[in-house]
């Protein structure tokens, strides 16, 4: 009887404010860099432990729509771009998330290498052999172009979405990740990134 009281009593008992921590560790890099790694701790509080649990802290948002003119078919590092579009929204938030979200179905996001362009190079040629091209290709929808079926499947493979962490009003990505911009298309048009940003 005593255990079912205490059980009971347990489960009555309000759960604590929750919090997230983040802690970042600097790590040597192998290849030269201009600046280097970040390190240091992060505490983003929902709810402010003196306040009800019902009260959680005020969160704070910021919309911008970015246009990056049109560029050749192939892989595209568009970190720097973004970063000067959104600076000063960006710089208001101590920790969040940033959503990018591209408008088109010829064209992709993703993240990677930052330093080396190969990278950039061989992915294209990657995406360039599993796709097939041309008018051997099996595809039915060519009213575009031969190239505009290709670039919807390459398009659905690495998506039109990208969701980074926001520190201390930087975007918290790894010391070679940057933002491509991946163009599929031979005659390329200017994209437009809807980028959302949502935190404290």
């Given at each position: 009887?005593?255990?079912?009281?205490?059980?009971?009593?347990?489960?009555?008992?309000?759960?604590?404010?929750?919090?997230?921590?983040?802690?970042?560790?600097?790590?040597?890099?192998?290849?030269?860099r201009?600046?280097?790694?970040?390190?240091?701790?992060?505490?983003?509080?929902?709810?402010?432990?003196?306040?009800p649990?019902?009260?959680?802290?005020?969160?704070?948002?910021?919309?911008?729509?970015?246009?990056?003119?049109?560029?050749?078919?192939?892989?595209?590092?568009?970190?720097?771009?973004?970063?000067?579009?959104?600076r000063?929204?960006?710089?208001?938030?101590?920790?969040?998330?940033?959503?990018?979200?591209?408008?088109?179905?010829?064209?992709?996001?993703?993240?990677?290498?930052?330093?080396?362009?190969?990278?950039q190079?061989d992915?294209?040629?990657?995406l360039?052999?599993?796709?097939?091209?041309g008018?051997?290709?099996?595809?039915?929808?060519?009213?575009?172009?031969?190239?505009?079926?290709?670039?919807?499947?390459?398009?659905?493979?690495?998506g039109?979405?990208?969701?980074?962490?926001?520190?201390?009003?930087?975007?918290n990505?790894?010391?070679?990740?940057?933002?491509?911009?991946?163009?599929?298309?031979d005659?390329?048009?200017?994209?437009t990134?809807v980028?959302?940003?949502?935190?404290?």
């Amino acid at each position: 009887m005593q255990a079912a009281a205490t059980s009971s009593a347990l489960a009555l008992s309000p759960a604590p404010p929750i919090s997230l921590s983040l802690s970042l560790s600097a790590a040597a890099p192998t290849r030269p860099r201009r600046t280097a790694a970040r390190a240091g701790a992060v505490r983003c509080d929902l709810a402010a432990p003196s306040a009800p649990a019902s009260s959680p802290a005020a969160a704070r948002w910021a919309q911008r729509t970015v246009v990056i003119p049109p560029q050749r078919r192939g892989c595209h590092l568009i970190t720097h771009k973004i970063m000067h579009e959104i600076r000063s929204d960006l710089s208001e938030f101590k920790c969040g998330l940033a959503h990018l979200f591209l408008h088109h179905t010829s064209a992709s996001l993703t993240i990677n290498e930052n330093y080396d362009p190969d990278v950039q190079t061989d992915t294209e040629t990657f995406l360039n052999r599993i796709v097939p091209e041309g008018t051997s290709a099996p595809w039915r929808h060519t009213i575009e172009g031969p190239d505009d079926m290709p670039a919807h499947i390459k398009s659905s493979m690495f998506g039109c979405a990208l969701t980074i962490p926001i520190t201390n009003g930087r975007f918290n990505m790894g010391t070679w990740q940057g933002i491509w911009l991946c163009e599929h298309r031979d005659y390329p048009t200017p994209r437009t990134i809807v980028i959302t940003l949502n935190g404290m």
